[in-house]
């Protein structure tokens, strides 16, 4: 079965700078690819998902990923941190057969003022 | 369109007891999961039904859990015996998954999800 990597289990910004979350996914095909957000106490909201076509994806709140098979990676980013980005975020991948979803650990984000 | 339910939202049991979640997914949605969410890491897949059949439940520990989706919509998930290392929030999940030929939105909506403790 794939797997997702996600490395930094924290990341620190301050408020204005650019947030960068990495994942890297194992995978022999490529498979749909997705970034949550956990915010604290609540249910995992999707950020933004790649299944096929442009490789670039824009999701909410100002975020976006780029899908790159050549590194295995679908990192996220978002050119101007705001303090109600603080929360885990979370990696996810599902095999194109058979629509399993797999997460990563998580990368905890904390937006400094 | 109303989200996934999931009750109760919390659950304090001692070990070896046993407990049961239930979860009623997203009207029309085909695919189930059930996630195990331990704290500090992410959600685990522990089964995935497809209607009410099962595609996957490779990390699901048999001996202890089980789970149904009978006639296809909503699921329980069970433990017993409990044990100190089931404590964790358990997460359910559905998508459209619309089966093979097709594509499939395989978007995943979330319910809230179990606060499990187990002492």
């Known amino acids: 079965a794939q797997s997702v990597t996600q490395l930094g289990s924290h990341v620190s910004v301050s408020e204005g700078a650019l947030v960068l979350l990495r994942c890297n996914y194992s995978s022999s095909v490529p498979p749909y690819l997705f970034w949550y957000v956990q915010y604290p106490n609540q249910g995992l909201q999707l950020l933004l998902k790649?299944?096929?076509?442009?490789?670039l994806v824009k999701g909410i709140n100002g975020f976006e990923a780029e899908f790159k098979k050549s590194e295995t990676s679908f990192h996220l980013t978002k050119p101007s941190a705001h303090m109600s980005d603080a929360a885990e975020y979370f990696c996810?991948?599902?095999?194109?057969?058979?629509?399993?979803?797999?997460f990563g650990a998580g990368t905890r984000l904390t937006v400094k003022p | 369109e109303a989200g996934v339910a999931q009750s109760p939202r919390y659950k304090i049991i001692e070990k070896r007891q046993s407990v049961a979640f239930w979860c009623n997914p997203i009207?029309?949605?085909?695919?189930l999961y059930w996630y195990q969410q331990i704290l500090g890491q992410g959600p685990k897949l522990l089964i995935q039904?497809?209607?009410?059949?099962?595609?996957?439940d490779s990390q699901l520990p048999k001996d202890r859990f089980s789970a149904e989706r009978l006639k296809g919509v909503d699921s329980t998930l069970k433990i017993q015996p409990a044990k100190l290392e089931d404590s964790a929030v358990y997460l359910c999940?559905?998508?459209?998954?619309?089966?093979?030929?097709?594509?499939?939105?395989?978007?995943?909506?979330f319910g809230q999800g179990t606060r499990l403790t187990v002492v």
């Open positions: 999940a559905s998508s459209r998954g619309l089966g093979t030929g097709r594509v499939m939105n395989t978007e995943a909506f």
């Open positions: 009207s029309g949605h085909a695919t």
């Open positions: 039904f497809q209607n009410n059949g099962v595609v996957d």
């Open positions: 790649y299944t096929t076509g442009a490789t």
């Open positions: 996810a991948v599902s095999d194109r057969g058979n629509n399993d979803m797999r």
